[in-house]
């Protein structure tokens, strides 16, 4: 098999080999009840794994009850929840790829309604309906918006309960075969409200300065990397910037990548936004083809790490380009991959980098071969 094209060649973190540098990225289904996976996470993950992409990232997984985002968010935080992660990491096993989990507290967005149930602040009606409603916490008791529940400002003992809850899902994770634990600290939950001053207000060790306001994801990214095994790789998810002034900046987040490469953690996921419900300020999702891989090309030509470019990446093509001009190492595909969860098979077959349909499971490729023989000589 020629790896011609970067996006169909392996890559390795610490002990864990990627066979193709294709990710899916991390998209909550909010179809949880009480926390726990179901048939529609298992098909659902499934699917990708049999697509072909050398990662599954699994959705946004809350560390404690009250980090759930929604009533509708998976939950990994007890014994009792394990099996059924590995049932899951099992599955993706078996089509080849490898499986990472987004690790998350959804800080003062909590509480909150599913994504097509308006993604705003629980209503009577949702109450009515029977949706459970918490108090969110945060760094400060500054709301996420107008009409949004008052977070609970976290004391220094929630705080350490808070890093040990952080761990505690970690190595459940590992323990549940997962590959690659990804730290969540993007989109305006719990870990990014930390970073941004927009959320963060505290006056103590963990708000005020920059390297303050850094202390909590760092401490937990450091946390992590002592309780993980050596092999397992760390990656983070982080919002590049704000998208408005006196937020958090690109400037800030290299700074970030340089700290949290040096306490161990092995690449920068790059998205943005979450902070803000301001018009597109709280978008991590419209702004246009490609709109976020500048950001992964200046952290990984700034911090020199390795990074993650996401968002409206389209085609494979597109997807060859970033990693071909060294713009990032992974390219993660969401809303693409919902289209067409063959996406990575697809683009295998297009840039001619599997005429044998050899990367599909056998009982498709098979026929597939055949029947692509019989158009050609048609
Ligand atoms: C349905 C949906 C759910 C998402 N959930 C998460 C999530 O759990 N964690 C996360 O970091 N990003 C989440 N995102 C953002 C995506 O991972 C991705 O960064 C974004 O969709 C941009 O990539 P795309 O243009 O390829 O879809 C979600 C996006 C969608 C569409």
Same mark, same amino acid.
Not at 292 to 315: H, L
């Given at each position: 098999?020629?790896?011609?094209?970067?996006?169909?060649?392996?890559?390795?973190?610490?002990?864990?080999?990627?066979?193709?540098?294709?990710?899916?990225?991390?998209?909550?289904?909010?179809?949880?009840?009480?926390?726990?996976?179901?048939?529609?996470?298992?098909?659902?993950?499934?699917?990708?794994?049999?697509?072909?992409?050398?990662?599954?990232?699994?959705?946004?997984?809350?560390?404690?009850?009250?980090?759930?985002?929604?009533?509708?968010?998976?939950?990994? +935080?007890?014994?009792?929840?394990?099996?059924?992660?590995?049932?899951?990491?099992?599955?993706?096993?078996?089509?080849?790829?490898?499986?990472?989990?987004?690790?998350?507290?959804?800080?003062?967005?909590?509480?909150?309604?599913?994504?097509?149930?308006?993604?705003?602040?629980?209503?009577?009606?949702? $109450?009515?309906?029977?949706?459970?409603?918490?108090?969110?916490?945060?760094?400060?008791?500054?709301? /996420?918006?107008?009409?949004?529940?008052?977070?609970?400002?976290?004391?220094?003992?929630?705080?350490?309960?808070?890093?040990?809850?952080?761990?505690?899902?970690?190595?459940?994770?590992?323990?549940?075969? /997962?590959?690659?634990?990804?730290?969540?600290?993007?989109?305006?939950? $719990?870990?990014?409200?930390?970073?941004?001053?927009?959320?963060? =207000?505290?006056?103590?060790?963990?708000?005020?300065? #920059?390297?303050?306001?850094?202390?909590?994801?760092?401490?937990?990214?450091?946390?992590?990397?002592?309780? $993980?095994?050596?092999?397992?790789?760390? *990656?983070?998810?982080?919002?590049?910037?704000?998208?408005?002034?006196?937020? +958090?900046?690109?400037?800030?987040?290299?700074?970030?990548?340089?700290?949290? =490469?040096?306490?161990?953690?092995? #690449?920068?996921?790059?998205?943005?936004?979450?902070?803000?419900?301001?018009?597109?300020?709280?978008?991590?999702?419209?702004?246009?083809?490609?709109?976020?891989?500048?950001?992964?090309?200046?952290?990984?030509?700034?911090?020199?790490?390795?990074?993650?470019?996401?968002?409206?990446?389209?085609?494979?093509?597109?997807?060859?380009?970033?990693?071909?001009?060294?713009?990032?190492?992974?390219?993660?595909?969401?809303?693409?991959?919902? *289209?067409?969860?063959?996406?990575?098979?697809?683009?295998?077959?297009? #840039?001619?980098?599997?005429?044998?349909?050899?990367?599909?499971?056998?009982?498709?490729?098979?026929?597939?071969?055949?029947?692509?023989?019989?158009?050609?000589?048609?």
């Amino acid at each position: 098999m020629s790896n011609e094209y970067l996006l169909f060649r392996p890559i390795t973190f610490r002990g864990v080999t990627l066979p193709n540098r294709i990710v899916l990225s991390p998209m909550a289904m909010y179809v949880a009840e009480e926390a726990a996976l179901n048939d529609f996470h298992m098909t659902h993950y499934g699917k990708f794994a049999m697509g072909g992409v050398g990662l599954v990232i699994v959705e946004q997984t809350a560390v404690c009850r009250r980090g759930r985002i929604t009533n509708g968010c998976l939950g990994l +935080w007890s014994e009792e929840q394990l099996p059924a992660f590995r049932r899951l990491t099992d599955l993706v096993h078996g089509f080849g790829s490898k499986a990472a989990i987004q690790i998350n507290h959804g800080g003062r967005k909590a509480s909150a309604q599913r994504a097509w149930q308006g993604n705003g602040a629980l209503t009577a009606e949702d $109450l009515a309906r029977g949706e459970e409603l918490w108090q969110p916490e945060g760094p400060s008791d500054l709301p /996420f918006a107008e009409g949004w529940p008052v977070p609970e400002a976290m004391t220094l003992d929630r705080i350490g309960q808070i890093r040990q809850e952080f761990v505690d899902t970690a190595l459940l994770s590992e323990r549940a075969g /997962f590959d690659i634990i990804e730290l969540h600290l993007a989109h305006g939950y $719990l870990l990014q409200s930390f970073l941004t001053p927009l959320a963060n =207000k505290r006056t103590d060790a963990y708000g005020g300065s #920059l390297e303050n306001r850094m202390r909590l994801p760092l401490e937990i990214a450091r946390d992590l990397r002592a309780a $993980l095994s050596d092999d397992t790789p760390i *990656f983070a998810r982080i919002s590049a910037t704000d998208w408005v002034e006196g937020g +958090w900046t690109l400037e800030d987040s290299v700074v970030l990548a340089q700290r949290l =490469k040096e306490v161990g953690v092995d #690449l920068i996921d790059c998205s943005s936004g979450g902070n803000l419900l301001r018009g597109a300020t709280n978008s991590n999702l419209a702004r246009g083809p490609l709109y976020q891989v500048p950001f992964a090309e200046e952290v990984r030509r700034c911090a020199n790490v390795p990074t993650m470019a996401v968002g409206m990446i389209r085609t494979g093509a597109e997807a060859e380009s970033v990693l071909r001009d060294g713009r990032a190492d992974l390219v993660a595909i969401g809303r693409q991959m919902l *289209f067409n969860p063959f996406w990575a098979q697809h683009y295998a077959q297009e #840039l001619g980098q599997d005429p044998g349909f050899s990367r599909w499971p056998e009982p498709y490729g098979w026929w597939l071969s055949k029947w692509a023989k019989a158009l050609a000589s048609a």
